[in-house]
């Protein structure tokens, strides 16, 4: 059972009273003004020739893992810029893989094989996957998040990515721009605004790539692929 990790009780009120005020911060012109600079920062510092041709290859790629893994190379490159900028780099910090992490069943096959991992691939379960994608459309996502918001991943291990090599490509490309990772922290019945930079040009193309065939691009939480975590 994975404990969910909000913030305390006992901390709750002192942690409302800072987020407030750096929401007052930096949702503001200013605040936009110096997002604004750390995103322009970050882009002058991406590769995006190496972004380019990454991208060009996984969409002329025949095989669907060469398409997923040039993608995750472009991921790769895309974050070198964020790195520059961000505050996630300095290690010790994990509030972010304790949130839904929704991946297709083409990513989790790539996972599985590079780690071991035992991929749930159970007829039933996957019918209920495919059932309730078909009963809740959009909804599904939502209710997926909802479902593991501040709940950690099972890969998360002593507060690191025990498949930080493997991890998926939504792992590679999640940033944040603010100073830290007070607004990442997860508070029962709140949810708090981001700042980040537009991941889209990655994920987007993610998606391209698996296109629609169930067989690739059924969708659902890492933790749902993978109950056991590593193990087999
Ligand atoms: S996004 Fe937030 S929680 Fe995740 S590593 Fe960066 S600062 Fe930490
Ligand atoms: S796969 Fe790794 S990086 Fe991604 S949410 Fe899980 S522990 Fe975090």
């Given at each position: 059972m994975?404990?969910?990790r909000?913030?305390?009780?006992?901390?709750?009120?002192?942690?409302?009273?800072?987020?407030a005020?750096r929401n007052a911060?930096?949702?503001?012109?200013?605040g936009y003004?110096?997002?604004?600079?750390?995103a322009?920062r970050?882009?002058?510092a991406?590769?995006?020739?190496?972004?380019?041709?990454?991208l060009q290859r996984a969409h002329?790629a025949?095989?669907?893992?060469a398409r997923?893994?040039?993608?995750?190379k472009a991921g790769?490159?895309f974050?070198?810029g964020?790195k520059?900028?961000?505050?996630?780099?300095s290690?010790?910090?994990?509030?972010c893989?304790?949130?839904?992490?929704?991946?297709?069943r083409?990513e989790?096959e790539?996972l599985?094989?590079?780690t071991?991992?035992?991929?749930e691939r159970?007829?039933?379960?996957?019918?209920?996957?495919?059932d309730?994608?078909?009963?809740?459309?959009r909804?599904?996502?939502?209710?997926t998040?909802?479902k593991y918001?501040?709940?950690?991943?099972i890969f998360l291990?002593?507060g690191?990515?025990?498949?930080?090599?493997h991890r998926p490509?939504a792992?590679?490309?999640?940033?944040?721009l603010d100073?830290?990772n007070l607004?990442?922290?997860?508070?029962?019945?709140?949810?708090n605004r981001?700042?980040?930079l537009?991941?889209e040009p990655i994920?987007g193309?993610?998606?391209?790539v698996i296109g629609?065939?169930?067989?690739?691009a059924?969708h659902?939480?890492?933790?749902?692929?993978f109950?056991?975590g590593?193990?087999k």
């Amino acid at each position: 059972m994975l404990t969910p990790r909000y913030v305390p009780d006992e901390a709750l009120q002192d942690h409302l009273t800072r987020v407030a005020q750096r929401n007052a911060e930096i949702f503001t012109p200013e605040g936009y003004a110096i997002f604004q600079a750390k995103a322009d920062r970050a882009i002058a510092a991406t590769d995006k020739n190496a972004v380019s041709v990454a991208l060009q290859r996984a969409h002329k790629a025949p095989a669907m893992r060469a398409r997923i893994l040039w993608i995750r190379k472009a991921g790769d490159h895309f974050a070198e810029g964020l790195k520059t900028v961000a505050p996630c780099t300095s290690g010790g910090c994990s509030d972010c893989c304790s949130q839904a992490v929704i991946i297709s069943r083409a990513e989790a096959e790539i996972l599985a094989a590079e780690t071991g991992a035992y991929l749930e691939r159970n007829p039933a379960y996957i019918a209920r996957i495919a059932d309730a994608m078909s009963r809740h459309h959009r909804n599904f996502d939502r209710d997926t998040a909802e479902k593991y918001t501040a709940v950690p991943c099972i890969f998360l291990k002593a507060g690191r990515c025990s498949i930080y090599e493997h991890r998926p490509i939504a792992c590679r490309v999640h940033f944040t721009l603010d100073r830290d990772n007070l607004l990442c922290r997860f508070i029962k019945g709140q949810t708090n605004r981001i700042p980040g930079l537009d991941i889209e040009p990655i994920m987007g193309n993610l998606a391209r790539v698996i296109g629609t065939d169930s067989n690739a691009a059924d969708h659902t939480d890492i933790r749902d692929w993978f109950p056991k975590g590593l193990n087999k």
